[in-house]
């Protein structure tokens, strides 16, 4: 019992402790719980509000720029294949097929043809010449024989600048060649090879340069569409980067707030406990309270007993060893005198 009282007056000690502790732990959980609120309300959510609104104009632009590069692209799609198979053609020329041009003194009327259209649209001048009667005309052979000695000349083809061709030049080649029956890539291929890539070349820039004028002003407005949208998605960028502060600071918050919940938990549990083990530990005493006496004053007398244990002995052994043959009377007169 005195174990008991003793744990008893620990625990109400223990509890006393944590009472203050765990009042103060649920206020602050309190005050930042309301922190945290008005920071979502005042600061975080119209902050994501407006970066959603910044979002939103970003798709949209977004999507205008991909809807005008889809339409670019699809119109450049249908030049692509006559182009692709024009540039397939140049890489069927071979130096030989070049060099046998080019030894040709009175070359076949096509081939001259093919590459007086190939220095009009190089935008290279014809040689001044005369014709059997003595009048003046262009001539675009020797010019012809100059380019193809350019150990680079089916590469410069290959690399031409397909998207700036001259206009004047590329409607002379529609207005003057590509209206001449002669000048087509299976005429051309009667007689060479490379006068049939060397034509092919030539409509393909001819087809390419008509889509190219379609798709240029489209180019512009994707530029101008892309220009926007990098303009938007750089305010964006900026609002997203401190719209992520402001969540990583809520979430740092909300780290503090869950640790201190949990603490209050703890603290909660801890209380809990104690006054448990405090209620039984009260109802244990309580119930034993009446023993508590008797207890007491056994204790006492066994004290006492302790005290004359030797004595006790003494007579105990006396009586034992002298006064067996006696009456009972006779040896409690005995007794009492040794005890007197």
Not at 138 to 166: C, E, G, R
Not at 199 to 217: G, L, Q, T
Not at 313 to 324: D, E, F, K, R
Request: include cysteine; charged fraction near 30%.
């Amino acid at each position: 019992l005195a174990s008991s009282s003793e744990q008893v007056a620990q625990m109400q000690d223990e509890l006393t402790a944590l009472q203050p502790q765990l009042k103060q732990t649920m206020v602050e959980v309190e005050e930042l719980m309301k922190v945290i609120d008005k920071e979502k309300k005042e600061v975080v959510e119209p902050k994501a509000a407006i970066v959603a609104v910044d979002e939103s104009a970003a798709q949209k632009k977004a999507e205008a720029a991909k809807a005008i590069k889809d339409e670019c692209e699809a119109d450049l799609a249908e030049a692509m294949p006559i182009l692709n198979e024009a540039l397939a053609a140049l890489d069927t020329i071979k130096e030989a097929d070049i060099n046998y041009i080019k030894k040709l003194g009175n070359p076949p009327a096509t081939i001259k043809l093919v590459m007086e259209a190939v220095c009009v649209i190089l935008d290279v001048k014809p040689a001044k010449s005369k014709d059997e009667s003595g009048k003046p005309i262009a001539d675009y052979w020797k010019p012809s024989i100059v380019i193809m000695s350019d150990k680079n000349f089916v590469q410069n083809l290959k690399s031409f600048d397909k998207d700036n061709i001259n206009p004047k030049l590329i409607n002379t080649i529609r207005d003057k060649y590509l209206t001449n029956e002669s000048f087509t890539p299976e005429n051309a291929k009667k007689a060479s090879s490379a006068a049939e890539g060397l034509c092919k070349w030539v409509h393909a820039m001819s087809k390419y340069d008509k889509v190219a004028k379609v798709v240029a002003p489209k180019k512009a407005m994707l530029a101008e569409a892309e220009g926007e949208y990098e303009l938007v998605m750089k305010g964006l960028r900026g609002k997203q980067a401190e719209l992520k502060g402001l969540m990583d600071k809520l979430q740092k918050m909300e780290d503090e707030l869950n640790a201190n919940k949990d603490k209050k938990d703890k603290l909660q549990a801890e209380v809990d406990l104690c006054g448990q083990k405090l209620e039984r530990a009260e109802k244990l005493i309580g119930g034993l309270g009446g023993e508590k006496t008797r207890w007491t004053e056994t204790a006492e007398s066994l004290r006492k007993a302790y005290v004359n244990l030797t004595g006790d002995m003494v007579v105990a052994a006396g009586v034992i060893a002298y006064l067996g043959a006696f009456t009972a009377d006779y040896r409690d007169k005995i007794v009492d005198s040794f005890l007197a």
